[in-house]
Nanobody, 124 residues
Framework: QVQLVESGGGLVQAGGSLRLSCAAS????????MGWFRQPPGKDREFVAT????????YYAHSVNGRFTISRDNAKNTVYLQMSNLRTEDTAVYYC?????????????????WGQGTQVTVSS
């Protein structure tokens, strides 16, 4: 069982930056692939970024590639999402998710555990 708690969301102007954190409970964090997803107002949850258990593999949605960076610190049981050059269309509730496995994963249905989400609002 893994419990996930996101933090770091808030209100930022377009062009600004935020760093989201996701703290995980449990002693086997390093055996989980991690992902960030987001749900814009009135839309479905969508993939943002994922990282493999070792941190050696990452993959991004086209819309954030080059602006967002996912990373993890297995010693701290934490995954991060550094977001730069934010746009108004990045406004959403951001969720982290965990899936036991050594690859990385991009589908909502592949993940086993989810955090409660953190709101990111980008103003123009």
């Amino acid at each position: 069982q893994v419990q996930l708690v996101e933090s770091g969301g808030g209100l930022v102007q377009a062009g600004g930056s935020l760093r989201l954190s996701c703290a995980a409970s449990g002693r086997t964090f390093s055996s989980y692939a991690m992902g960030w997803f987001r749900q814009p107002p009135g839309k479905d949850r969508e993939f943002v970024a994922t990282i493999s258990w070792s941190g050696g593999g990452t993959y991004y949605a086209h819309s954030v590639n080059g602006r967002f960076t996912i990373s993890r610190d297995n010693a701290k049981n934490t995954v991060y999402l550094q977001m730069s050059n934010l746009r108004t269309e990045d406004t959403a509730v951001y969720y982290c998710a965990a899936k036991q496995g050594h690859n990385y994963y991009i589908l909502v249905r592949e993940y086993d555990y989810w955090g409660q989400g953190t709101q990111v609002t980008v103003s123009s």
